[in-house]
């Protein structure tokens, strides 16, 4: 059993940054691809980003080239770096074991004005 817990998430402008955190209760965290996902209101979750094991990256084309992705499998932790958030990116923000079963609770990210 691995519990995920996500941290970081608010309010901010438009143009802002926030670093999302989350922390696995297990080392077992090291064994898997881990993945961030992101929930808006009246829409279907979608996959934002991913890292794998060793280190190699992915993301969606909506935050490519402002969102990076890494992981610090000492403090079995992954974190989503958002930069030049947009309104759009507004949702609850979940990271996933890619290759397993394990959710987080979710942090909400609200990009506003």
């Known amino acids: 059993q691995v519990q995920l817990v996500e941290s970081g998430g608010g309010s901010v402008q438009p143009g802002g940054s926030l670093r999302l955190s989350c922390a696995a209760s297990?080392?077992?965290?090291?064994?898997?691809?881990m993945a961030w996902y992101r929930q808006a209101p009246e829409k279907e979750r979608e996959w934002v980003a991913r890292?794998?094991?060793?280190?190699?990256?992915a993301y969606a084309d909506s935050v490519k080239g402002r969102f990076t992705i890494s992981r610090d499998n000492a403090k079995n932790t992954v974190y989503l770096r958002m930069n030049s958030l947009k309104p759009e990116d507004t949702a609850v923000y979940y990271c996933?074991?890619?290759?397993?079963?394990?959710w987080g609770q979710g942090t909400q990210v609200t990009v506003s004005s």
């Open positions: 996933h074991t890619q290759n397993g079963p394990y």
């Open positions: 297990t080392s077992i965290f090291r064994r898997y691809t």
């Open positions: 890292i794998t094991t060793g280190g190699s990256t």
